[in-house]
C-alpha cells in the first residue's frame, strides 16, 4: 500500500511565524504535491516536484515555498504566516515520468493549519 | 470555462440505487482521468482510475470514459450510505508529455444515500 505521511495533522500557529510542514512518501514516487483545500474553492495546487531539488509553481505559489532534499520528503514552507493561509493542506504523491500516463495520486492526511 | 466540471449537487438517493456522478473537461489533450472519495474533515482517496474509452468496473463502481464528448462518469450502484462523501473527478493533461503528473480536480460533488 502506498504511504504518505504528514508531520501535523492539526497545527496552530500565530502571525508572521515560520511554518514547516512535512510530507513523506515510501513509494519511491517523483512527483510530489502541496495542494490547499478551503470551502468553495475545491483543491489548489500550490507547489510540486517533479524529482530531487526540481520544484515548479502550481497555481497559488504566493508566500509559499518548497523544498525537496530527499526523493521522498517534500517540505512545504510558510515563511510569514498569515491569518488568510489557515486552511487544510494536503501533500500527495505518484508515479509516473514522461509518456507514462498513471499519475495516480495518493494523498496523506492532510494538516490542518490555523494562524491566529 | 472550468477546466473541470462536475454536476454542481448535492445528489441524494436512496439506499440500493445507482448514484451516477458526471464530470466534464475541456481540454481534448487529456489522457488520465480518476474519481476520488472525501469523507468529511478527511483526506481524497483514489478509487478508480481510467485512460481509455468505455467502461470500467470494479465492485460496485464503474466509471465510464467518452473522450469524443470529453465526459467521464462514476456509477456507484447499490448504494450505501456509507458510500455517502464527496466526489472528486481529475484529469490529467499529458501534452507533450511535460505535465509531471499535475492532475485538475473539479469543485465535488456531495453524495447523501439515504437508508
Known amino acids: 500500500d502506498v504511504k504518505v505521511t504528514q508531520s501535523s495533522r492539526y497545527l496552530v500557529k500565530r502571525t508572521g511565524e515560520k511554518v514547516f510542514l512535512e510530507c513523506v512518501q515510501d513509494?519511491?514516487?517523483?512527483?510530489m504535491f502541496w495542494y490547499r483545500q478551503d470551502p468553495g474553492l475545491g483543491l489548489r495546487l500550490i507547489y510540486f516536484?517533479?524529482?530531487?531539488?526540481?520544484?515548479e509553481k502550481g497555481d497559488i505559489p504566493e508566500g509559499y515555498s518548497v523544498s525537496r532534499e530527499k526523493k521522498e520528503r517534500f517540505s512545504l514552507i510558510l515563511e510569514s504566516a498569515s491569518t488568510n493561509q489557515t486552511s487544510m493542506y494536503l501533500c500527495?504523491?505518484?508515479?509516473?515520468?514522461?509518456?507514462?500516463?498513471?499519475?495516480?495520486?495518493?494523498f496523506g492526511p492532510g494538516t490542518r493549519l490555523t494562524v491566529t | 470555462q472550468k477546466e473541470v466540471e462536475q454536476n454542481s449537487g448535492p445528489l441524494s438517493v436512496p439506499e440500493g440505487a445507482i448514484a451516477s456522478l458526471n464530470c466534464t473537461y475541456s481540454d481534448r489533450g487529456s489522457q488520465s482521468f480518476f474519481w476520488y472519495r472525501q469523507y468529511s474533515g478527511k483526506s481524497p482517496e483514489l478509487i478508480m482510475s481510467?485512460?481509455?474509452?468505455g467502461d470500467k468496473e470494479d465492485g460496485r463502481f464503474t466509471a465510464q470514459l467518452n473522450k469524443a464528448s470529453q465526459y467521464v462518469s462514476l456509477l456507484i450502484r447499490d448504494s450505501q450510505p456509507s458510500d455517502s462523501a464527496t466526489y472528486l473527478c481529475a484529469v490529467n493533461v499529458n501534452a507533450g508529455g511535460t505535465s509531471y503528473g499535475k492532475l485538475t480536480f473539479g469543485q465535488g460533488t456531495i453524495l447523501t444515500v439515504h437508508p
Open positions: 500527495a504523491s505518484s508515479h509516473g515520468t514522461s509518456g507514462d500516463f498513471s499519475y495516480e495520486q495518493y
Open positions: 481510467i485512460y481509455s474509452n
Open positions: 513509494m519511491d514516487h517523483e512527483n
Open positions: 516536484s517533479y524529482d530531487v531539488k526540481m520544484k
